[in-house]
């Protein structure tokens, strides 16, 4: 029986301690602000997965993070606020249902997608195969909470009408490397959100990549940045071989990049990856107090990876913002 997190069935199901943790140390550090809601938002996102049957396959079967937990914690140098991407539904909901059923939650939170708006995801979906449908994602800033939408493009490649492949147009046959839409993102306010996924990307093909938004004058921050973070020059070959970025146009029309990297591809362990990101906190200054106290579990953790991907974001002026994701589970072997 599906228990509701809203309490209509008078039971309150309970979120696992590796989540209640994150919620506590949350509030411990100041980053979130009493009564913002993350623990109903989670037990209501994550209630197909509280009430399985198959425990430990609800736990530990997502696509979402490198442990298989259908929970994405993640950090910015930037911004003192909690975020978090939930896979919601659980493994036994077909990943072509999932964009719906998320839409569904959203609304019982009282943050409903515009129908068109949940239309136009949907097309993105249609005449392929899916691997995990939608995640949404949620960041709690102060008393402040906003909601993020992820719908998975199919394999079909065939796009709504709506889409303008704008980096399309201007790179694809310019670059030599694989190029393709993976995800389609929806934020209320700021439109859509355009996610792709590229292999053996070159940095003459990222800064193509930027010149088709008019971001070229940025390109050599974005690299300077890949390499404070990498600890090796980067202008000739990026680190890794799997790579993305994304972009969305904001109300003026300026275009918001972002390059993404897996951390498996360019670090040894979860202790080196924290060690780099509190010593690269202590030179530029950043608040680390919330990541330092939620990866202490990583202090000794030299034998894998749970760090997914690093995120980072140049800026009209000052430094790019750097951002990474990892599974709350952070103690397991």
């Known amino acids: 029986m599906i228990v509701s997190a ?5 039971l309150t199901p309970d979120l696992p301690p590796a989540l209640l943790r994150v919620l506590s140390l949350a509030g411990e550090c100041g980053v979130v602000a009493q009564g ?3 623990e109903q938002i989670l037990k209501t996102l994550l209630e197909r997965c509280i009430n399985s049957r198959a425990t430990d396959r609800a736990w530990s079967s997502s696509t979402l993070t490198p442990t298989g937990f259908p929970v994405e914690i993640g950090w910015s140098s930037t911004a003192r606020e909690l975020r978090y991407t939930v896979e919601s539904g659980g493994p036994d909901i077909a990943p072509q249902k999932r964009l719906a059923h998320a839409a569904e939650l959203l609304a019982r939170l009282k943050h409903p997608v515009d129908w068109q708006d949940l ?13 995990y449908g939608a995640w949404v994602g949620i960041r709690h800033r102060g008393a402040a909470t906003s909601f993020k939408l992820y719908s998975e493009v199919s394999s079909s490649r065939r796009f709504p009408q709506v889409y303008l492949p704008i980096v399309e147009r201007g790179i694809t046959s310019q670059l030599d490397t694989s190029c393709r839409l993976d995800l389609v993102g929806l934020e209320t306010g700021t439109g859509l959100e355009y996610y792709y996924k590229t292999a053996g990307l070159s940095p003459r093909d990222l800064k193509e990549v930027m010149r ?3 971001l070229e004058s940025r390109a050599d921050v974005l690299l300077h940045a890949i390499e404070v ?11 890794g071989n799997r790579h993305g970025f994304s972009y969305r146009l904001t109300a003026s029309g300026k275009p918001i990049f972002t390059f993404f990297l897996f951390a498996a591809d360019f670090f040894s362990c979860d202790a080196e990856i924290r060690c780099r990101l509190l ?3 202590r030179e530029k200054n950043w608040d680390t107090g919330f990541y330092e106290s939620i990866t202490a579990p990583l202090e000794h953790s030299g034998h894998r990876i749970t760090h997914g991907l690093f995120a980072i974001t140049p800026s009209e002026s000052g430094e790019p913002a750097i951002s990474v994701g990892f599974p709350p589970t952070l103690g397991r072997s």
């Open 279 to 281: 010593a690269l906190g």
């Open 212 to 214: 088709s938004l008019g």
């Open 119 to 131: 239309r136009i995801l949907g097309q993105f979906q249609e005449n392929g195969s899916l691997r």
């Open 229 to 239: 973070l990498y600890g090796r020059p980067a202008y000739k070959r990026l680190p």
């Open 6 to 10: 809203v309490g209509q069935s008078g």
């Open 36 to 38: 913002t809601g993350a």
